[in-house]
């Protein structure tokens, strides 16, 4: 069946370092993946996406990495900072047909950034 | 500036007890969609409207349902609501097939 999962349910890094928080899908048949934040009593929030046509991507200090031949993907935060404290999801975009996406979320990653 | 707008954004409603959650978009998107997320876990999707077409999706339970009036507004109502249904609720929308959500801040309900 379709899955989208996480290796690290929480992750405590120190304010400054980097962060890598990581996601495993099942659906190959995916082309497109996003990351969003989760602050706590928020929606999410967009962070990165990337196509299946691409293996990194990078923003304002966050890179994605994908890589379809073991079904992975990967949020890297570059000096993370206390604001980035946060529930993380990947989410799997799939197009069921009928012209519109469908997105099955993972199950997340709680980062907690120290001082 | 608001795009996706749900009110309220607390809601306590009594076992039993019809309750509706809205949705409004200023994006003029194609597809809104429910999805019900419990503490600690992911958004699961519901159902969703692609324009006026209503897709439910297979395990959503029959005590929820929705409304979609116009392109702007998205109805969640709850028949009956129980005490698993305690969560929060939210609203996205999407252009159509292959682009992004845009998410609302949610609606927590309690149910007492």
């Known amino acids: 069946g379709e899955s989208v999962g996480l290796h690290l349910p929480t992750l405590s890094v120190q304010e400054g370092d980097n962060s890598i928080i990581n996601c495993a899908y099942s659906?190959?048949?995916?082309?497109?993946f996003i990351w969003y934040k989760q602050e706590s009593g928020k929606g999410p929030q967009f962070i990165i996406d990337i196509r299946s046509n691409m293996d990194k991507r990078q923003g304002q200090r966050v890179t994605v990495l994908l890589n379809k031949t073991v079904k992975h993907l990967s949020l890297q935060i570059a000096a993370t900072q206390p604001g980035d404290s946060a529930v993380y999801f990947c989410a799997e975009n799939i197009l069921p047909g009928g012209g519109y996406n469908k997105l099955i979320f993972g199950a997340g990653t709680r980062l907690a950034v120290h001082p | 500036d608001a795009m996706v707008i749900q009110n309220p954004r607390y809601q306590v409603t009594q076992f039993g007890k019809p309750v509706t959650l809205s949705c409004s978009q200023t994006l003029n998107h194609n597809v809104m969609y429910w999805y019900q997320q419990k503490s600690s876990q992911a958004p699961k999707l519901l159902f969703h409207?692609?324009?006026?077409?209503?897709?439910n999706e297979a395990d959503t339970p029959d005590n929820f349902q929705s409304r979609r009036p116009n392109t702007s507004f998205c109805f969640l109502d709850i028949r009956s609501p129980g005490l698993g249904d305690a969560a929060m609720y939210l609203c996205?929308?999407?252009?159509?097939?292959?682009?992004?959500?845009?998410f609302g801040s949610g609606t927590r309900l309690t149910v007492v």
């Open positions: 659906n190959s048949a995916s082309d497109y």
């Open positions: 409207y692609y324009d006026k077409d209503f897709n």
């Open positions: 996205a929308t999407s252009r159509g097939a292959g682009e992004g959500y845009t």
